[in-house]
């Protein structure tokens, strides 16, 4: 091997030696380096007669060179030629190791008709020595011995079947094109676009000329992302493609979505809430990410990790529920995901493993609120659950699964004792679509002891709004059961207060009796138009009733942008157990029942008797007080009105105002509540100012806060069973924290003044 120095050393040494008679045609020269490569290569050119660009003899823009078709060329076109110069051979070798042969043909090519046959190979000495020793003649010393010219500067070429997103690199458009960029010189960076690169085997030299070849876009990612586990069937051939022309170079995976997701670190919740809005290849990269980064304690982790792709990420999260064990947490983060998702419809197959299920539990904590069908049968499932259990034992799973109903199950505290515990026990029945031993005990409490004339009326109430500027909106048919699920809708933003006050109507509670709305005050009638239709059916028409409040929430609020204060008010309520007990009385002497049998009108001459246990009398009508109907009124289904139990005869006035401010915080002062020989003892919060109305919620139980000295709440507690407990505190029937206490029991002892 001749070896030179320099560019100009090796052109001085090829003008002597072309004049020498040889028998073979062929000099191949060993480049070494790039700047080399761009120092000979002009020089060489401007010495030979022609250049023969191996890019000509390309049929096709992404195919290699004929190599039949250049030797037949040199053979039989090549006319007065006294040296030609081939470039650039070793790109092609380097991509196609097959055409490496050409090498053997080229070596004994005879110097008859062409002289010098001039091939440059740049970084090429290990697959060139591969060939040209397999040759006998060159083995034998017959042949012209190589020129090596040394020097220095690598180039990297990658390749790949897509454009990457790479700077700074050409970009070559088939192979074509990229042989034409190396006879104009050395390309230091390159990127080869081939659909040829799923096949080529390409020959991995190790030298200054480096070539990396991404047989497909997957290949390509998973190489420079830094992810070893990721696998091709979690995204199609355009996904790959997407992803791998957005990598850039120092990429790790975390860094390339976050970058293509606007976003620093992972973050579940905060990715998820944006998932409607991404497009198809954004909300993969968001589950493929999951797929990387969620924890293993996490309901994602499981849905994730036996699914295999995207589009089968719905269906995943709809089911992996039943795979695990049930817990609040799990239930909590899947009804979240699902909302994120925008999946509102279980598959069929949901509904299959569902039938499977025998414990009410298990099942509420596999369904939530976000479809028709679901609501449905969480109702029947709080039924079932009201029935066998204790509110401790369930509370959770339902608030969970469907807030609504737990706001139901809890009316808002008015500060009335018989108000609060009757529509506590009242919602509770409801659910369960049966009037329970306690509801019958304190309905015939309110009857015997004429409790109806307690409380103010509507009327007093709302001429003093009025005067003040309130707008009142009127809600046909709602009564005091509604006031929990109400304010919770009213208050969700934490940006309103809400002050419940409960007043009488008139009697009977008809809408008639009981119109006191002005004529620029609206009137909500779809809670009555339910009640009274002929195909009411529970649990269907309760959740329709749910429907209308949810509605009037959101018609109040809109109000509350126009008005300082929105006053919502009903003429009168509905009673359920009226329809259902079944119990017919007869009606006073000479009365006439009027459908649906709970008031009768009484004879214009008067009526010799007096109230009695079962009704009131009030002007010229018989009003019953409890959940029977009087003989001769008409049949009737759904709910009914114009009697005087405390569902139909007391409505809710509810104030609600724009909050003045942040809500207040709470401390717990009593972390620990020890309770004496009696099962009794006292929580003591903290607030952080003056505040109005405290309550705490706690499984489903609500007590009310009595106010201290330097903003101190209590909260007496008695018959609590030891344990740690989370509760909610209210205040203006606002959400405004959570507070943990734990409850222990033991001998609290009197020191005797010692």
């Known amino acids: 091997m001749i070896s030179f120095i320099s560019p100009d050393d090796l052109i001085s040494h090829l003008r002597a030696e072309i004049s020498k008679g040889e028998r073979f045609a062929t000099r191949f020269i060993l480049v070494q380096g790039c700047k080399a490569w761009d120092d000979l290569i002009p020089k060489l050119i401007f010495e030979v007669d022609r250049v023969i660009r191996l890019a000509e003899f390309c049929s096709g823009t992404d195919v290699f060179p004929d190599m039949m078709r250049l030797t037949s060329h040199l053979k039989e076109e090549i006319v007065g030629c006294r040296s030609i110069l081939l470039t650039p051979l070793a790109e092609c070798i380097r991509l196609d190791p097959e055409s490496a042969d050409v090498i053997s043909s080229l070596a004994e090519w005879p110097a008859d008709k062409i002289r010098r046959i001039y091939v440059p190979l740049l970084a090429a000495e290990e697959f060139f020595f591969q060939e040209i020793n397999r040759i006998f003649r060159y083995r034998a010393g017959e042949l012209p011995e190589p020129w090596f010219l040394t020097g220095e500067g690598s180039s990297e070429v990658i390749v790949a079947p897509f454009s990457g997103g790479f700077t700074g690199r050409h970009v070559a458009q088939g192979i074509k094109e990229y042989l034409s960029l190396w006879e104009q010189g050395s390309v230091r960076k390159v990127w080869l676009v081939t659909d040829m690169a799923r096949w080529l085997p390409v020959r991995q030299a190790r030298s200054e000329c480096r070539v990396r070849l991404y047989p497909s876009s997957f290949d390509y990612v998973c190489k420079n992302v830094g992810w070893e586990e990721l696998r091709e069937d979690w995204g199609s051939p355009q996904q790959w493609e997407w992803l791998a022309v957005h990598v850039q170079e120092g990429d790790d995976f975390d860094r390339l979505a976050g970058r293509l997701l606007n976003f620093g670190d992972y973050n579940a919740d905060q990715l998820f809430a944006l998932w409607g809005g991404l497009d198809n290849n954004k909300r993969w990269i968001v589950w493929l990410w999951s797929k990387k980064q969620s924890k293993p304690d996490t309901y994602l982790y499981h849905v994730l990790k036996n699914n295999n792709h995207v589009d089968g990420f719905n269906r995943d999260t709809s089911m992996a529920i039943f795979d695990l064990p049930r817990s609040v947490s799990i239930s909590r983060e899947r009804k979240n995901l699902l909302q994120r998702l925008g999946i509102n419809l279980m598959p069929a197959e949901f509904w299959e493993r569902y039938s499977e299920l025998t414990d009410p539990l298990d099942r509420v904590a596999v369904l939530t609120d976000l479809s028709a069908a679901e609501r449905e049968h969480l109702l029947l499932g709080a039924r079932e659950l009201l029935t066998q259990y204790s509110y401790n034992f369930w509370w959770e799973y339902l608030e969970v699964a469907f807030p609504g109903l737990t706001w139901y199950l809890q009316p808002a505290v008015t ?138 929430a959101h018609k109040a609020l809109a109000l509350l942008s126009q008005h300082s204060a929105v006053v919502i008010t009903s003429d009168h309520g509905l009673s359920r157990f009226a329809v259902t007990t079944y119990v017919q009385v007869n009606a006073p002497e000479g009365a006439m029942a009027e459908a649906p049998g709970r008031y009768a009108i009484l004879p214009e001459d008067g009526y010799g008797g007096e109230n009695n246990e079962s009704w009131v009398i009030d002007k010229r009508n018989a009003v019953l007080l409890n959940h029977s109907r009087f003989k001769g009124g008409g049949h009737c289904r759904g709910e009914v009105h114009g009697g005087a139990t405390p569902e139909e005869y007391l409505v809710p006035v509810i104030i609600v105002q724009k909050s003045a401010g942040a809500p207040p915080r709470f401390e717990v002062i009593t972390e620990i509540i020890r309770l004496n020989t009696q099962g009794e003892g006292v929580l003591t919060i903290r607030c952080n100012r003056k505040a109005e109305n405290v309550q705490l919620r706690v499984d489903g139980y609500a007590l009310t806060g009595q106010s201290g000295a330097k903003f101190t709440w209590s909260f007496s507690l008695q018959g609590w069973k030891a344990g740690k407990y989370t509760g909610k505190l209210y205040s203006a029937n606002r959400f405004v924290g959570d507070i943990s206490f734990e409850v222990i029991k033991g001998l609290i002892q009197d020191d005797l003044g010692l």
């Open 415 to 552: 500060g009335d004792a018989f108000t609060d515990q009757y529509f506590s026990v009242y919602n509770r029945s409801r659910l369960k679509d049966q009037a329970d031993e306690e509801l019958v005990t304190l309905i015939g409490k309110w009857a015997s002891q004429q409790l109806l004339w307690d409380y103010p009326p509507r009327s007093d109430i709302l001429a003093t709004q009025r005067a003040a500027g309130a707008k009142v909106l009127w809600v046909d048919a709602m009564g005091v059961e509604w006031t929990g699920l109400l304010t919770q809708l009213l208050t969700q933003n934490n940006q309103v207060d809400c002050k419940v006050s409960v007043a009488r109507g008139y009697l009977p509670t008809t809408t008639e009796a009981n119109k006191e709305w002005e004529a620029d005050e609206n009137v909500e009638r779809g809670l009555d138009d339910i009640a009274h239709h002929y195909a009411y059916q529970f649990p269907h028409s309760f959740l329709k009733a749910i429907e209308v409040m949810e509605d009037v």
